[in-house]
């Protein structure tokens, strides 16, 4: 249909995959092809692994004018919304599965950030719906959070596309994101089903141009949905 490829779709560089000792280097490299970047807040607690606090978003801040997409792997993620905000984050998200979801979101929009939700494979949509309307951003993840590199989840497709039914719904604008084992392939189908915001991370900083990775990846996702 012409004019139905109008719809933006964003590339969202996960830094899990870069080289953390050379973090503005790589938020440098991908910043001629997009203006998002996905940063992995990870606790060793809601998951087995440990990343990135507050002391780093603010150390990239001056480095970056992307869009600083920050993904809470955490168990208590309200206790640090305003360090994040004032380390100079514009978008949290936080997981469902933590619990008193609703005054979270409330709290980062508070705070004057974009609010986020996001879920485990294992999590039904069901968990989330009540929450779609306090939502600029919901999170499906297709792997089980906690490393780069892991192969998706085919089996989340179908809750893919059940969350975009939802949104649509009920009118709301709410871009669905799609994080873990994006990649050639993946990339088409989680646009078909309904995301619009692609997180990538070793398909573009193990790539051996980041920028150009970059801009396969949205040409395959504006491709799949024209
Ligand atoms: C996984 C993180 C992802 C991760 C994706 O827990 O939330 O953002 O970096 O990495 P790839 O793209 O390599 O699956
Ligand atoms: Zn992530």
Same mark, same amino acid.
């Given at each position: 249909?012409?004019?139905?490829?109008?719809?933006?779709?964003?590339?969202?560089p996960s830094l899990l995959s870069a080289d953390f000792g050379r973090l503005a280097q790589a938020a440098a490299a991908v910043a +001629?092809?997009? %203006?998002?970047l996905h940063l992995d807040?990870? %606790?060793?607690?809601? !998951?087995?692994n440990l990343t990135i606090?507050?002391?780093v978003?603010?150390s990239l801040? +001056?480095h970056s004018?992307?869009?600083?997409?920050?993904?809470?792997?955490?168990?208590?993620?309200?206790?640090?919304?305003?360090?994040?905000? %004032?380390?100079?984050?514009?978008?949290?998200?936080?997981?469902?599965? !933590?619990?008193?979801?609703?005054?979270?979101?409330?709290?980062?929009? =508070?705070?004057?950030?974009?609010?986020?939700?996001?879920?485990?494979?294992?999590?039904?949509?069901?968990?989330?719906?009540?929450?779609?309307?306090?939502?600029?951003?919901?999170?499906?993840?297709?792997?089980?959070?906690?490393f780069g590199g892991?192969?998706?989840?085919?089996?989340?497709? +179908?809750?893919?596309?059940?969350?975009?039914?939802?949104?649509?719904?009920?009118?709301?604008?709410?871009?669905?994101?799609? %994080?873990?084992?994006?990649?050639?392939?993946?990339?088409?189908?989680?646009? =078909?089903?309904?995301?619009? !915001?692609?997180?990538a991370g070793s398909a573009i900083f193990h790539a051996p141009d980041p920028a150009?990775a970059? =801009?396969?990846?949205?040409?395959?996702?504006?491709?799949?949905?024209?």
């Amino acid at each position: 249909m012409p004019g139905a490829s109008a719809e933006q779709v964003h590339i969202a560089p996960s830094l899990l995959s870069a080289d953390f000792g050379r973090l503005a280097q790589a938020a440098a490299a991908v910043a +001629p092809a997009t %203006d998002w970047l996905h940063l992995d807040v990870m %606790d060793g607690h809601f !998951v087995p692994n440990l990343t990135i606090g507050p002391p780093v978003v603010a150390s990239l801040r +001056p480095h970056s004018a992307a869009l600083f997409d920050c993904h809470l792997m955490m168990t208590n993620p309200g206790e640090f919304l305003a360090a994040f905000r %004032d380390a100079g984050a514009n978008s949290v998200t936080v997981h469902v599965e !933590v619990g008193d979801t609703a005054a979270l979101l409330e709290e980062i929009r =508070r705070l004057g950030m974009r609010a986020g939700l996001a879920l485990n494979p294992d999590t039904p949509l069901a968990a989330v719906e009540e929450h779609l309307a306090a939502l600029d951003l919901l999170l499906v993840m297709t792997v089980f959070p906690g490393f780069g590199g892991q192969a998706f989840m085919e089996e989340v497709l +179908p809750k893919i596309a059940a969350a975009r039914r939802a949104i649509d719904e009920r009118g709301l604008h709410v871009l669905i994101e799609v %994080d873990g084992g994006i990649a050639e392939g993946t990339v088409e189908k989680t646009a =078909r089903a309904g995301a619009r !915001v692609f997180v990538a991370g070793s398909a573009i900083f193990h790539a051996p141009d980041p920028a150009a990775a970059v =801009r396969d990846l949205e040409r395959r996702a504006l491709d799949a949905i024209a």
